[in-house]
């Protein structure tokens, strides 16, 4: 059985208004046997679509190594962008060494309402995936469940947005689809991709993100 567990501490500060919220990166960033163009930093690998999207977006002009000049671009973005990064699962356990959600067992989670109430500031939760069985909004939902918190939905179209009340003030929760590839073909599946496909057929998953994300990253 392999131990999964969280190699980054959550990047948060006083100033942090919207937060990522993910479950586990890649198990070989626990035995640090990184990939050519893996960074090591939170979503730093090579396979997520996550800092290729924000990258596109902000102009960043990202390069995608493994050094300290790349890990401190993406610290300084998150600053100056008032971004933070709390993944929900602390540890877990694995029979297969992969990063899928569905296969870990003993999870623990972080304590993700205290990092709430700690941080003041932050008003913006942003999942990396939606409601899937061990997802970070799987989790969430049953964190509040338990603390008998009503988890109201706003929005039902893609990305979906709830909101609830903690520690005195709202906090609004938006569902990016994942920036895992393993997502594309729920992606093909959304009828607003196929109307792009339609008139653009170069129209590709990859834009369907930057399109998406750009509406929840450059809102105010």
Same mark, same amino acid.
């Given at each position: @059985? ?14 942090? #208004?919207?937060?990522?919220? +993910? ?6 960033? $626990? ?5 050519? =163009?893996?960074?090591?930093? $939170? ?19 990202? *390069? %995608?190594?493994?050094?300290? *000049?790349? /890990? ?11 971004? +933070?990064?709390?993944?929900?699962? =602390?540890? $877990? ?9 569905? +296969? @870990? ?9 205290? %990092?709430?109430? #700690? ?5 913006? /939760?942003?999942?990396?995936?939606? &409601?899937?069985? =061990? +997802?970070?909004? %799987? ?6 469940? #338990?603390? #008998? ?22 906090? !609004? ?10 997502? &594309?073909?729920?992606?093909?599946? =959304?009828?607003?991709?196929?109307? !792009?496909? @339609?008139?653009?057929?170069? %129209? ?17």
């Amino acid at each position: @059985m392999f131990h999964h567990f969280h190699p980054y501490e959550p990047f948060l500060n006083i100033n942090t #208004k919207k937060i990522i919220v +993910g479950t586990l990166p890649p198990p070989r960033f $626990c035995t640090k046997e990184y990939k050519t =163009n893996d960074v090591d930093f $939170c979503y730093g690998s090579s396979d997520g679509l996550l800092w290729k999207t924000l990258d596109i977006i902000f102009n960043l002009n990202l *390069e %995608y190594k493994n050094t300290k *000049e790349e /890990i401190e671009k993406r610290k300084e973005f998150l600053i100056s962008q008032k971004i +933070g990064v709390c993944d929900i699962v =602390n540890t $877990c356990k694995r029979e297969k060494v992969d990063a899928s959600d569905l +296969g @870990m067992r003993d999870i623990e989670l972080r304590d993700i309402l205290g %990092y709430l109430k #700690k941080f003041k500031t932050i008003e913006t /939760i942003i999942f990396t995936g939606g &409601n899937s069985k =061990n +997802g970070p909004e %799987y989790f969430l939902r049953q964190i509040l469940k #338990k603390e #008998k918190i009503e988890f109201t939905q706003v929005s039902n179209e893609i990305p979906k947005v709830h909101s609830f009340f903690f520690d005195h003030r709202k906090i !609004q929760t938006i569902s990016l689809t994942s920036p895992s590839n393993a997502a &594309n073909r729920f992606i093909g599946s =959304n009828s607003h991709y196929k109307e !792009q496909k @339609m008139k653009n057929p170069n %129209y590709t998953t990859f834009d369907f993100r930057v399109e998406q994300y750009r509406k929840v990253f450059l809102e105010e």
